[in-house]
């Protein structure tokens, strides 16, 4: 078997893939506020205030965890490592979906 004690440069790069994402998030979420924004300032729709509300609460988790990554970094065990990665990654491919369709025209 692999012994992942030996494998300390793979947790490294979870986390450090990790927080890249984590602000690759931010970048989306701030475009997709953007157009959100936009779109409730024209039409003034219950939904549009839902859109903009959502990203700046998505918006704050993926900068606090950003934040909670360079702070707490010391603290991380392998397996949040992986988690963090994981989930970063699931909202960045969600993100990018939703960006994708938000400016396709």
């Known amino acids: 078997g692999v012994d992942w ?3 300390w440069w793979l947790e490294r790069a979870f ?4 927080v890249i994402l984590e602000i690759v998030n931010s970048v989306l979420l701030l475009a997709l506020l953007g157009a959100y924004l936009q ?7 219950m ?3 839902g859109l ?3 990203s700046l609460f998505l918006l704050v988790q993926n900068l606090l965890a950003v934040y909670f990554h360079f702070a707490m ?12 990665f994981f989930l970063s990654a699931a909202q960045t491919v969600a993100l990018a979906v939703l ?3 938000t400016y396709r025209e």
């Open 5 to 7: 004690d030996a494998c």
């Open 15 to 18: 986390m450090e893939v990790a």
């Open 39 to 45: 779109n409730y300032v024209q039409m003034k729709t």
């Open 47 to 49: 939904f549009g205030l």
């Open 52 to 54: 903009v509300i959502f």
């Open 73 to 84: 970094v010391m603290y991380y065990t392998k397996e949040v490592m992986q988690h963090a």
């Open 99 to 101: 960006a994708w369709v």
